[in-house]
């Protein structure tokens, strides 16, 4: 059967496209560990995924991360602790499948195992990039923080279809309850409009910030003691918000308050059973 347009694949020619596994580390700090290229002929001296590489023949695509782990980083991941994160379409070279791989579990510290080829490994917020990143990993990274599985890169003129309804699209963000995102957003949203009420549209206030970095690394010392708390997440994410001076990365860190404050009421609402009557 000839495909949309009427040509058939013997006119149009098969293409064989490149694919890259790609692993991206996140600590739980919300950073994502980069490498920057060295000697490789392309993008040398940008920032590319944690660790990467062509697909092998026999080789599935949590293989070849895994393997790629192993050789630039000298850390022992588990296929089972990988997550799907992005598929990328390039259009470089004339076509290539870049996959991502989400990790947040492995074996050993980062290290930089092969010096020839990268930099020492460096840890980023991935909510806040530099402009030194290669282009078509930055677009994964964001992509997967933005939940979209697709995109295309370096295709002039042709854009990334829309994201469709998934199965899972009203359970990422639910913790695990169905609803729970709107439900707490709905309590946060009625919050808003009381004190509103109360108090008006307060424009003015300044945002007095910038001048917390001593309490951010003393938030941040307690927190790598012990980061199974609650409170420790969210004093952290705090304090990195008051340490913030420009605009618009301290809306970026308020955001990630809101999101820490609002998982931590679906927890309690999952543990308690209780829900507030709205």
Partial sequence: ???????????????A????AHLLLFDRHGRVLLV???ATGYCDGMLHASAAGHLEAGETLPECAVREAAEELGIVVDPRHLEFAH?????????RLQVFFACRTWQGEPRNAEPAKHGEPVWLPAHRLPGDVVPYCAQAIRAYLDGRPFGLHAWPGRDTPPPGT??????????????A?????????????????????QHGLQDGTGAAAPVLAAVRAVFDRDPTT???LLAEETAEALAERDPRALRAELVQV?????????????????????
Avoid: F, N, Y
């Fill in 1 to 15: 059967m000839a495909p949309p347009g009427g040509q058939s694949s013997a006119r149009r020619g098969r293409h």
């Fill in 17 to 20: 496209s490149v694919v890259g």
């Fill in 36 to 38: 920057r290229r060295r």
């Fill in 87 to 95: 598929l990328c379409h390039s259009g470089e070279d004339g076509g």
């Fill in 166 to 179: 998934s199965a899972d699209a009203g359970v990422l963000g639910d913790a695990g309850v169905p609803g």
């Fill in 181 to 201: 995102l709107a439900a707490v957003l709905a309590d946060v949203a009625a919050e808003r409009r009381a004190q509103q009420r109360l108090w008006g549209v």
């Fill in 230 to 232: 609650w409170a420790g």
């Fill in 258 to 278: 809101a999101a820490v404050a609002v998982q931590w009421i679906q927890a309690l609402d999952s543990r308690t059973g209780c829900h507030p009557a709205r």
